[in-house]
C-alpha cells in the first residue's frame, strides 16, 4: 500500500508541475521580468513551500516527547537546503546528458546565479556558526536570526533590481507552450494565468505532502530515527517539485530558470529556515548535523568556484551527487 502511494503522489506532482511551470513561464513573460528572477524568486518560493511548512508543523506539533519534534524540525530545516545542493543539482544536470554530454555546456545566466550562491554561502555560514552558540545566550542567538531574515529580503532587492536590466538584454522570461488553462477556452489574461498558478501550486503540495506520508511510512519500516528520517528521507519528497520542474526547464534548454528554481529555494532555505532553526531548536552540532552543514556549504562552494572558472559543465554536478552519497555513507554509517 505504502508504495502504491508513492507512486500515485509521483504522478500527481509530476502532472502538477506541468501545470505550474507553464503557468509561472506565462507570469513572467507577462510582468517583463528575467528568466533569474521568475526562477529564483517566483517558482523557488512557490516550490520550497512543502519542505518550509514541515519543520514549523514540526516544531509546533506539541506530541511527546518534544525533543522528537525538535530533531525532526532541525532535521527537515537542514535536510532541504542539503538536497538541493547536492542530489538535486546533480540529478538536474545528469537529466541532459543524452542531449549534452558529460563534457557538455550548461548556460544558466552567470550573473544572477553568482549571487544566489554568494547570498546562500554567507548565510549558511552564518546559520552553521550559530550551531556553536550557547543556549545561554539567547540575544545572540536572536540576532542571528534576524540577520539571516534580513540577508533573505537583502537578496529579493537585489534580484528584483537585476531583473529590467536582464530583461533587457535578452534574458527576459517567455512562454514557449499556450497557457493550459487556455485549452479550455478561458481568456489567456492576467486572473486565468493566476488561476493556473494557484491549481499547480496546490497540486504540488498536496503531492509532495502525500509523498512525504509514504516516504515516513517506509522509513518507519526500516527503523530510522526520527532526525536521520527529516534529513535524509523527507527532503527526497518535499524537495521533488524543485526537481522536476529543473529537469523540465533544463531539458527545453532553460538553463537560467532550472538553475534559478534550485539556487533561489537554496537561499530561501538558507536563511528564513535557520532563522526558524536557531529561535525556536536547541540547534546544536550532532555528528548527523554538523555533517549535514559540512557537505551543504562543500557542494555549494564547489558549484560557485566552477561558475567563476568558467563554463559550467555536466560532469561538474555529478560531483555534487557524489557529496550526497558521502554524507549518507557519515550519516547511515
Not at 16 to 23: E, I
Not at 61 to 71: F, L, Q
Not at 269 to 278: C, D, E, F, K, M
Not at 303 to 320: C, D, E, I, K
Request: net charge neutral; with cysteine; aromatic share 6%.
Amino acid at each position: 500500500m505504502v508504495f502504491l502511494v508513492l507512486i500515485l503522489m509521483l504522478f500527481a506532482i509530476l502532472a502538477a508541475s506541468m501545470v505550474f511551470t507553464n503557468a509561472l513561464e506565462h507570469l513572467g513573460e507577462r510582468l517583463g521580468i528575467s528568466e533569474g528572477a521568475t526562477g529564483s524568486i517566483f517558482a523557488a518560493v512557490g516550490t520550497a513551500l512543502p519542505e518550509t511548512l514541515m519543520p514549523i508543523i514540526a516544531i509546533s506539533a506539541g506530541t511527546a516527547p518534544p525533543s522528537v519534534n525538535e530533531e525532526i524540525g532541525v532535521g527537515a530545516i537542514l535536510g532541504a537546503p542539503l538536497m538541493l545542493s547536492t542530489l538535486s543539482l546533480c540529478l538536474m544536470a545528469l537529466s541532459t546528458v543524452r542531449q549534452r554530454r558529460l563534457q557538455g555546456t550548461l548556460a544558466p545566466e552567470r550573473s544572477g546565479l553568482a549571487r544566489d550562491l554568494n547570498m546562500f554561502l554567507f548565510a549558511f555560514s552564518l546559520a552553521t556558526a550559530a550551531l556553536f552558540l550557547p543556549l545561554r545566550l539567547p540575544e545572540a542567538r536572536t540576532l542571528v536570526a534576524l540577520v539571516l531574515i534580513l540577508i533573505y529580503f537583502v537578496y529579493l532587492f537585489l534580484t528584483l533590481q537585476a531583473s529590467s536590466t536582464l530583461a533587457d538584454i535578452g534574458h527576459a522570461t517567455e512562454a514557449d507552450e499556450a497557457l493550459i488553462l487556455s485549452h479550455l477556452g478561458l481568456p489567456p489574461g492576467l486572473p486565468v494565468i493566476l488561476l493556473q498558478l494557484a491549481l499547480g501550486l496546490a497540486l504540488l503540495i498536496g503531492g509532495a505532502k502525500g509523498f512525504v506520508y509514504g516516504v515516513t511510512e517506509g522509513a518507519h519500516l526500516l527503523g530510522l530515527s526520527p532526525l536521520l528520517l527529516s534529513l535524509v528521507t523527507i527532503p527526497i519528497a518535499t524537495e521533488l517539485p524543485e526537481k522536476v520542474n529543473s529537469i523540465r526547464w533544463i531539458r527545453r534548454g532553460k538553463d537560467t530558470l532550472a538553475f534559478g528554481n534550485i539556487t533561489g529555494a537554496m537561499v530561501f532555505q538558507g536563511t528564513l529556515l535557520p532563522a526558524i532553526g536557531v529561535l525556536l531548536t536547541p540547534w546544536v552540532p550532532s555528528r548527523e548535523v554538523a555533517s549535514a552543514a559540512a557537505i551543504t556549504w562543500l557542494s555549494a562552494a564547489w558549484l560557485r568556484l566552477r561558475v567563476s572558472r568558467g563554463p559550467l559543465q555536466v560532469w561538474h554536478l555529478a560531483v555534487n551527487g557524489a557529496l550526497y552519497a558521502i554524507y549518507l555513507m557519515i550519516a547511515l554509517g
